[in-house]
């Protein structure tokens, strides 16, 4: 499916996603504000994207983007689904519910971001040991054991 | 007085037989396990790698003996031994040549059959002693397999008792006819069998299965006496071997005189040689897999080798 | 239908005996394997033949300081063989091979930065006899296929040429010698532009006596009459010419063939004749009011301009039409003769023109107003019979799919008012006269027919070349045709074959590089910035536009060469800035003539082997070795410093020396 | 190391027993050598090379050498890949597991120094040898399979230089370069 | 062998009364946890009751480094990642770095990376299935499958230089042209490839003992798998037909004539066969990549040392031999990316572990792990 159908269905289907819909890069994005995240997501599963790719989050210094990557089996199509938690107290809910693929990507964002997700059964650290300090890919991570590269480039 | 010292010349005998026997076997093992997997094997000591052993004894002769802090010291320092003495043990009672057994007992085919079975409780009390997850599941897994296959194995050799009518290993073979190999075929196909069950083989290597247990009982055993171990289980490969090449393949008869020996062994090696084969072919049986098989295929097996052997018997 | 991966066992007895089976089958298989003969390589007795491409560990070929860097220098008759050696090696600098003279940057960048101004110049002047000139007016397709585009900014080579010519003449008295002549045989060259007089350069090397003649009073052909003087001031030409004249030419001026001279006389008192008079005559489209006043030749504007200083447009309009360097030459020369306002009207769109960017964007500065995609149509006369506008249409596209020129107009039509229309669209040769007296013939379209590799023309005695075989083109190819006809004379003139044996120098092509980044790159690694005039005070003259290098920024330029595939490593630390892992370590003295490599440290226990850094080491200095018995009983041992990188990569490395035996693996069987 | 220190100190007291020590010494470092027994503690890349070695085309059990999983029958661990600081503590418990002789080959850059993982990182260990003390370094990234047998082969070089007595080094096979041996006292 | 872990633990049970439970540590350095996993399985008796995979051992940043390495640093990175596989990284990086940047790769360029992954995705199965065999004890297919997996190799040391991380495909094409002579050899393994994994779907998929231990075991419905974000063989063998070659085709396979092989029971058994199945695939695909083939450039004209895309982010996916492989870059215009996120399809699969193994034996435990193919330098990154 092109990525314009794709947007003409979602348009018809959830008029009222429509105008957070993009293309970048030639990828659809649906920016949601976090409240409506679930719902959005939700939705779009009712309409055929029944595989969530990937769960992660980028450090936008005011704010983490959390980017959610679906895919639809039937409309052979991937979809975008953003949205920006601030930086202090970043809670979100969780999608468990809808995807259980979401239970150990969420805890991997958890881990490394510190993104609390709400509703998350399970939420530990996956990739550091348990008793770590700090959430590395913050930008602002300090650890004396990290040796900074020569800066050149 | 005579029993202490025939026993002691017995023992070291015997002690020598399994060394050595563990040596080609360790040898012989490695080789056939690389020409199976289209390499060489152990090829830098001696012609053909054939001191390979003798080093790998030597170095683990004057390892570190390490006792764990956790392990019950006594039963670990004594499970070893528990194990290695039945292997010794039941090469007592093997017809090697005419009229010759280490130990001419009545009951030599119950007594060998019987004996490995005390391995067990080595085993066990290895893995039980060890307080180790991986050993204390391989000793139960181990003493689990090795009973229920003590059934079927006792059971595969009886038909040659019955033809025999004695269970005196040189009475089984001076009774000895050629036709008794097709006839009790089914039988040797189960005492096969429960052999490699018997002394820990793949597919049936579940107590020491590597890929789930390590090393299984003998995890926490290092140098010299997991070595003993290792002797034991070719000690008990041997035993195998020889006591089929006996009373399934006529031993040493055919040939006279000390020439007997010479087919006999030879027998016996190429039955060991099967045994090798088959466990550097097949993938590793399931527990619960491995005890379907001995009470579901092979106990039935060897009980209808039983009756056809008692029907050929009464029709005669 | 997908393809189904279960595979179930039939039921019942079947079923059975298909697991029987499959014990047997396995036992069968790994039986007959046990047979098979055994795969192994018995290392360290046997080894692995490696490939051409395995990343060992890596070595350094050679480092400045320790190892020179060749230069390429040749007689004229070798110089196409060593090139063609290197590019088959991948040897040759891509500065080098994409020169249509093949002329040697990297070596005067060498030369230049290790304090040698003079000997740079005169390494240049064996490929590129006016360096000084060429330095001013080269389109330099050496800097666009330099490898330094990859990284940053290519080298200034031309600037650079143009500074060792400044240096050079310094002192050029003490260091032109005459060359000696030690051939009986004369040779007369008709013209003396640069093609005419690069083969009377090789010549005169070679030994031959060489007389030049020249139908003008001045010497230079196209560099003189065609080449605005705010681009080439006259003297640097004329400097230029004289070092020639002092180096042993007879340079007869004022003397035209078929005129002055016969070519017949020619021919009888010369052994073989060069005729490389360019081209003379610009070509004007047969539109409707071509002939009226005020339509004009590129050349013939171009001529007036640049010997008299006036073109006769002061106070007009000057709309010029076509897209090439000649067309810009003659926008900005109009400015300088005082035109009011200076329209370029060319068929191509911006993007397209022909002209060099950096031309375009010059005249753009001094403000040439360019009108592009637009084609002529027709000269509007006025009643007087001058011309009073020019109607243009519009052009759609200019080349066809296959890139021919085809061009399709659209309907769009343009009126331009205007007082003076100059052609420069093209040119053609005048050659009637000249071969007058000869053998030669000329086509229908007045050319002559000419070999296009070794210039040999119908007459065995003539020659031919420059842009009367090339047809219109920039300075440095008409001088590398001049090389190659030298060639072919000196070869005739010894009764050797023309064409036997003969190495055709090679045309490798050089990767066109996207701009590079540039931002966070540090300020010794950008390219010198050559110092411009002021566009408005540029236009008001013909004084020279571009100023030349001082005297540390062109020694600064000159390190910046990186010395591509010389296999010493210059301590460019592209290596070290590639690395993934940022395992090397590279510092360097960059004192002019002292410029050496004081630390090249490889912490061999960080890299990766990923290759990257020999990849796009410039010099090739930077391989790996086949080595990958790489042990090592400490860790300090694994830094290699730069004595270890140059070391041959063979044996084991465990001891830090190379121990040279075998293992000590006993094998049987 | 019961026996053994046992049989070491006798003989290194007793009369003439220094030329016996020696033969012993001589006879069991051939021995270790010729069968060492390896741990793979394989954690990454390297893990595939180190199977190769084993398989058939590089065979390593031509050299006695023969993978093991159980730490208390190997002599030699074999640590090839990354080690981060989530599991260096299992490779140092393994590593005292092992039994007496022992030996530790770092294979590969990332067990060497951390290789491409030096910088920026924050959780891997900067070379095995922080916490285990490496007899022998493997450069490469991965190194080949013959690369590893070469280290090996190396580390036998080494193990010729012990002696069952204690504080005692066998001289004359082989010494150790003398920048390394020296060391910068770190 | 491996940590400490409180060995027993008393639980209760539903009639009242407490058990002990044994609760046995799998890794993270064990022979069957094909890298550094750690499963803590509790048992009761030999039932797993409950299995919890502990990951991140080698957890070693390289998203984390990626933020402070160049564009064209990053790509030994991804080498890095799937050991077992590097081709895909290289190459699922790349692709994104490629849509971000806007460069176009030339279509030999295309070919030869398909075929390069096409023999990576074989070798990478031969892997799987060689240690699914060693899962359960048969070694010697182990050996058969590597010496498969060793040919590939030799031929990937031909092309690029290395046996294991070969970073070869680069952003703009792929780092080396073809030797002489490899497409020959190249055919020629395919050729014997095939006989190859005739034998061993004869010795291991057809043996009557691999097939018990197989068999019904780990069970994963197709619902299950795509609920779960199961993908690669994992998905397939439960029958969900996923294939990005085929369902979001990408680069030249579209051009390509290949079979998806898929499984219908979703066990251990289904999820191996498939792969081995997909090696014939492989093969064929091969062989029609070689046949397409034609001479040109292998690297987009002009790409500088020094990449900046424009700000934005890109995605990119291919199929790797452990399913969906997915880069997500961000740029912010420096020459280095701003944030890159692998979606390692290893990482979601082994997420089914818990799910699959509870409720069978502790031998059934290694073999599902076994079934997963996990990788653990791609599921820790």
């Known amino acids: ?153 | ?316 | ?669 | 190391m019961a026996i053994v220190d046992r049989l070491g100190e006798k003989l290194d007291g007793g009369r003439g027993g220094s030329v016996i020590l020696t033969s012993v010494d001589a006879l069991l470092d051939y021995c270790r050598g010729k069968s060492l027994w390896a741990m793979p503690m394989g954690t990454a890349c390297c893990a595939m090379e180190l199977i190769a070695a084993s398989f058939s085309k590089f065979d390593f059990d031509r050299h006695g050498t023969i993978p093991f999983f159980d730490p208390r029958h190997t002599d030699v661990m074999i640590v090839a890949g990354t080690i981060t600081h989530k599991m260096a503590p299992v490779i140092k418990r393994l590593y005292e597991q092992m039994a007496d002789p022992k030996w530790v080959i770092a294979m590969g850059n990332c067990a060497v120094s951390g290789g491409i993982f030096y910088y920026d990182t924050y959780s891997v260990v900067r070379g095995v040898d922080e916490i285990l003390p490496v007899d022998v370094h493997i450069a490469g990234c991965p190194p080949r399979p013959e690369s590893l047998q070469d280290g090996v082969l190396r580390l036998r070089e080494i193990i010729a230089t012990e002696s069952i007595a204690p504080g005692h080094k066998r001289k004359g096979a082989f010494t150790l370069p003398r920048d390394a041996a020296e060391g910068d006292g770190e | ?381």
Not at chain 2, 194 to 200: F, H, K, T, V
Not at chain 3, 51 to 56: F, Q, V, Y
Not at chain 3, 129 to 138: H, W
Not at chain 5, 283 to 310: H, K, N, T, W
């Open chain 3, 1 to 669: 239908m997908a393809v189904n991966a279960t595979n179930d066992y039939p039921s019942g007895a079947a079923g059975i005996f298909a697991r029987v089976r499959s014990l047997l089958t396995g036992l069968t298989i790994t039986g007959r394997q046990a047979l098979r003969p055994v795969g192994t390589v018995r290392y360290p007795r046997e080894k692995v033949v490696l490939s051409p491409r395995w990343r060992g560990a890596l070595r350094l070929r050679g480092v400045l300081g320790r190892d020179e860097i060749s230069v390429l220098s040749a007689g004229p008759p070798a110089y196409n063989a060593l090139i063609d050696g290197l590019y088959r090696e991948n040897r040759l600098p891509a500065c080098v091979g994409n020169c249509p003279a093949n002329v040697d940057a990297r070596g005067q960048g060498y030369l230049l930065g290790e304090g040698k101004p003079s000997e740079a110049y005169e390494l240049v002047r064996e490929r590129n006899i006016f360096p000084g000139v060429l330095g001013r007016i080269c389109h330099h397709p050496c800097e666009s296929a330099c490898r330094r585009n990859y990284y940053d900014e290519p080298i200034a080579i031309r600037p650079l040429h143009r500074h060792a010519y400044e240096e050079y003449r310094k002192v050029a008295d003490e260091r032109l010698k005459p060359f000696t002549v030690h051939h009986d045989e004369r040779i007369a060259i008709i013209g003396s532009g640069p093609s005419g007089l690069t083969a009377a350069y090789d010549l005169m090397r070679l030994g031959y006596r060489v007389t030049v003649y020249e139908k003008d009073e001045k010497p230079g052909g196209a560099l003189y009459s065609g080449v605005p003087a705010y681009r080439l001031p006259r003297e640097v030409l004329h400097d230029e010419i004289g070092n020639l004249v002092k180096m042993g030419l007879d340079l007869k001026l004022g003397v035209e063939v078929g005129k002055n001279v016969s070519m017949h006389r020619l021919l009888d008192v010369y052994d073989a004749v060069l005729i490389a008079v360019g081209l003379q005559e610009s070509r004007i489209l047969p539109l409707p009011g071509h002939d009226a006043e005020g339509v004009e030749g590129a050349l013939p504007f171009l001529r007036a301009a640049n010997w008299k200083g006036d073109a006769g447009v002061k106070g007009l309009r000057v709309l010029v039409i076509g897209g090439g360097n000649v067309a810009v030459d003659v926008a900005r020369c109009a400015l300088r003769t005082g035109a009011t306002e200076v329209r370029l009207a060319c068929l191509e769109s911006d993007a397209e023109m022909p002209c060099h960017p950096w031309e375009i964007e010059e005249a753009l500065d001094e403000g040439v107003i360019a009108m592009c995609s637009l084609g002529p149509e027709e000269v509007l006369v006025s009643a007087i019979g001058s011309v009073r506008g020019m109607r243009m249409r519009e052009c759609i596209s200019v080349f066809d799919e296959k890139g021919r020129f085809a061009p399709e107009f659209g309907d769009e039509y343009t009126d331009i008012s205007t007082d003076v229309v100059v052609f420069a669209i093209g040119q053609a040769p005048v050659l009637a006269d000249v071969i007058e007296g000869s053998e030669l013939t000329l086509t229908d379209r007045g050319m002559l027919p000419v070999d296009g590799t070794v210039f040999t023309t119908a007459q065995e005695q003539v020659f031919a070349c420059g842009e009367v075989v090339t047809g219109p083109g920039s300075a440095i190819v008409s001088i590398a045709t001049g090389h190659e006809a030298a060639e072919s004379i000196h070869r005739y003139l010894q009764g050797q074959s023309v064409t036997e044996g003969r190495v055709v120098r090679p045309v490798p092509l050089y990767e066109e590089y996207q701009p590079a980044l540039l931002d966070g790159v540090e300020g010794e690694r950008r390219r010198v910035t050559v110092p411009m005039a002021r566009p408005e005070e540029r236009v008001t003259d013909f004084r020279p536009v571009e100023l030349g290098l001082t005297q540390m920024e062109a020694l600064g330029e000159a390190m910046r060469c990186l010395r591509c595939q010389s296999e010493v490593c210059v301590g460019c630390t592209f290596c070290a800035r590639t690395c993934p892992d940022y395992a090397i370590q590279v510092e360097r003295i960059d004192d002019p003539g002292q410029r050496r490599v004081t630390l090249y440290d490889l912490d061999l226990s960080k890299c990766c082997f990923c290759g990257l850094c020999a990849q796009q080491c410039p010099t090739d200095a930077l391989t790996h070795t086949g080595q990958y018995e790489l042990t090592f009983f400490h860790r300090d041992l694994m830094v290699f410093d730069c004595d270890e990188m140059l070391r041959s990569g063979e044996g084991t490395r465990a001891t830090g020396r190379d121990s040279g035996r075998e293992g000590n693996g006993e094998v049987s069987d």
């Open chain 2, 1 to 316: 007085m005579s029993g202490l010292i025939w026993g002691a010349i017995y023992g070291l005998a015997a002690g020598m037989v399994i060394s050595l026997a563990a040596f080609i076997g360790v040898w012989g093992e490695r080789k056939i396990a690389g020409r199976i997997q289209l390499r060489y094997g152990p090829q830098e000591l001696g012609p053909f790698g054939l001191l390979q052993t003798g080093a790998d004894t030597l170095k683990l002769l004057l390892k570190e003996d390490i006792t764990p802090a956790a392990v019950d010291v006594r039963i670990f320092r004594v499970a070893p031994l528990i194990v290695f003495a039945p292997a010794a043990m039941s090469l007592a009672v093997i017809p090697y040549a005419y009229g010759f057994a280490p130990i001419d007992t009545g009951v030599g085919v119950l007594f060998f059959v019987a004996v490995p079975a005390i391995s067990v409780v080595g085993v066990l009390l290895a893995g039980w002693s060890s307080r180790n997850t991986y050993a204390t599941l391989g000793g139960l897994r181990a003493a689990a397999q090795m009973i229920s296959y003590e059934l079927p194995r006792t059971l595969s050799v009886l038909p040659v008792v019955l033809l025999a009518g004695s269970m005196r290993p040189l009475d089984i073979m001076d009774a000895w006819q050629w036709w008794w190999i097709p006839l009790t075929f089914i039988g040797f196909i189960v005492y096969f069998i429960a052999s490699l069950a018997e002394i820990n083989r793949v597919p049936f290597d579940l107590p020491e299965a590597e890929a789930e247990l390590v090393a299984g009982p003998f995890a926490d055993y290092s140098g010299i006496r997991w070595a003993i171990f290792a002797m034991a289980e070719y000690g008990g490969l041997v035993a195998a071997s020889l006591f089929g090449a006996a009373v399934f393949f006529g031993g040493y008869l055919g040939v006279p005189g000390a020439l007997g020996v010479i087919v006999f062994v030879l027998k016996a090696l190429v039955i060991a040689l099967l045994m090798l084969w088959v466990s550097w072919t097949f993938p590793r049986m399931r527990p619960d897999q491995l005890m379907a098989t001995a009470w579901k295929v092979l106990t039935p097996m060897a009980l209808i080798q039983l009756v056809l052997v008692g029907a050929v018997i009464s029709w005669l």
């Open chain 5, 1 to 381: 062998m491996g940590l400490d872990v409180e060995s027993r633990r008393v639980v209760e049970v539903e009639e009242g009364g407490t058990v002990e439970e044994l609760v046995v540590n799998v890794g993270p350095s064990h022979p069957s946890t094909h890298g550094v996993c750690r499963v803590i399985a509790h048992l009761d008796s030999e039932i797993v009751t409950k299995a919890e995979p502990v990951i991140g051992h080698l957890h070693r940043g390289i998203e984390k480094m990626a933020e402070n390495r160049t564009y064209l640093q990053v790509v030994p990175l991804t080498d890095r990642l799937d050991y077992v596989g590097s081709m895909y990284a290289n190459w699922a990086y790349c692709r994104a770095v490629e849509r971000l940047a806007s460069i176009r790769v030339p279509d030999r360029a295309e070919y030869l990376r398909v075929i390069v992954c096409e023999m990576q995705r074989i070798a990478s199965h031969m892997m799987a299935i060689g240690s699914a065999g060693a899962d359960s004890g048969a070694v010697t297919q182990f050996v058969y499958a590597f010496d498969q997996r060793e040919r590939i190799i030799e031929h990937f040391e031909e092309l690029c230089g290395a046996r294991l991380t070969y970073n070869y495909v680069r952003p703009g094409g792929v780092s080396h042209d073809l030797p002489e002579g490899w497409i020959e050899s190249l055919l020629a393994f395919c050729e014997s490839h095939r006989k190859g994994l005739d034998m061993m779907d004869k010795l291991f998929f057809g043996n009557v003992i691999a097939r018990g231990r197989m068999k019904g075991v780990g069970v994963l419905s197709a619902e299950e798998a795509v609920a779960w974000g199961a993908s690669g063989p994992v998905a397939r063998g439960s029958g969900v037909e996923w294939d990005l070659r085929k369902h979001d085709p990408y680069s030249v396979y579209p051009r390509l004539d290949f079979e998806v092989p898929i499984g219908s029971n979703g066990d251990c058994y289904d999820r191996g066969r498939v792969r081995l199945l997909e090696c014939y695939e492989s093969c064929s695909i091969i062989e029609q990549a070689i046949a397409q083939l034609e001479p040109g450039a292998i690297m987009a004209d002009g790409v500088p040392r020094l990449l900046a895309p424009l700000p934005g982010d890109a995605y990119d996916h291919i199929e790797s031999a452990r399913g969906s492989l997915g880069v997500y870059l961000v740029s912010d215009g420096s020459p280095r990316p701003y944030r890159m996120k692998v979606r390692s399809p290893a990482f979601c699969n082994l997420a089914l572990l818990p799910m699959l193994a509870e409720g069978h034996l502790l031998s059934d435990l290694v073999v599902i792990l076994g079934s997963l193919d996990p990788v653990f330098g791609e599921v820790d990154r």
């Open chain 1, 1 to 153: 499916m092109k990525i314009t159908d794709l947007r003409d269905h979602l348009c018809q289907v959830y008029p009222d996603l429509c105008p957070l819909f993009s293309i970048e890069f030639g990828d659809g994005v649906l920016a949601v504000p976090c409240g409506n995240l679930f719902d959005a997501a939700s939705d779009l599963r009712d309409l055929g994207f029944d595989r969530l790719g990937m769960v992660t989050a980028v450090d936008q210094a005011e704010e983490f983007e959390l980017v959610y990557r679906l895919q639809s089996r039937s409309m052979l199509a991937g979809i975008f689904l953003k949205c920006s938690v601030p930086r202090e107290n970043p809670r979100v809910k969780s999608l468990v519910d809808l995807w259980p693929a979401a239970l150990w990507q969420e805890r991997e964002v958890f881990d490394l971001f510190g993104i609390v997700f709400d509703g998350h059964p399970d939420l530990r650290r996956i990739m550091l040991p348990e008793d770590w300090e700090g959430h590395p890919l913050r930008k602002d991570y300090r650890d004396e054991r990290m040796i900074r590269r020569p800066d050149y480039i």
